[in-house]
């Protein structure tokens, strides 16, 4: 596993949504990287906020991120937790399941999206008739690819945003 850190940002209004991974430590591990080439294509290059850079899937089905907070999230109100990814049109993991688990690895929430098949920054709302409910303990979040909008079940993602 590769550990990303993010410094710590000054929230300027608490009513707009933060994007977690500017502002809490992670590990992040990935399925796959295309070629085993991590310096071209590798998972960072999700969270770096630049435009020209990517994670490149190698092939294969299903393809999956999972992201382990180094400390727990205390409390994750899902109807206003929002998941935003950018992928490459073509490349996209057009069926996708994200999941939740807690400090003892018991899932804690489970949803399945279909994004488009679009270049376009999407946005997936977690609340699951969750009814404002929010979770305790957060430690893992887990995004699996079943389906590829690409023949071969290559993913490339551009940007990938957890925002509460």
């Known amino acids: 596993m590769h550990t990303i850190t993010k ?15 500017q502002n809490k430590q992670f590990k992040c591990s990935v399925s796959s ?23 490149y899937s190698d092939q294969g089905l299903p393809q999956s991120i999972n992201i382990v907070f180094n400390e727990p999230l205390e409390s994750l ?41 679009i270049n376009d920054l999407q946005t997936f709302t977690l609340d699951a008739n969750t009814n404002g409910k929010s979770l305790g303990n ?16 290559r993913i490339i993602i551009y940007s990938l945003e957890l925002m509460t």
Request: some cysteine.
């Open 7 to 21: 410094k710590k940002e000054k929230q300027s209004n608490m009513s707009e949504l933060q994007n977690i991974f």
């Open 33 to 55: 990287v295309l070629n085993k080439d991590v310096k071209q294509y590798g998972k960072p290059f999700m969270f770096d906020g630049l435009e020209d850079t990517a994670w």
């Open 77 to 117: 109100n899902l109807s206003l937790c929002q998941l935003k990814i950018k992928f490459q049109g073509g490349f996209v993991g057009n069926v996708m399941t994200v999941s939740l688990d807690d400090i003892n690895s018991q899932n804690i929430y489970k949803k399945s999206f279909y994004p488009d098949d």
């Open 138 to 153: 957060v430690r893992k979040l887990s995004i699996v690819f079943e389906k590829s909008s690409d023949f071969f079940g």
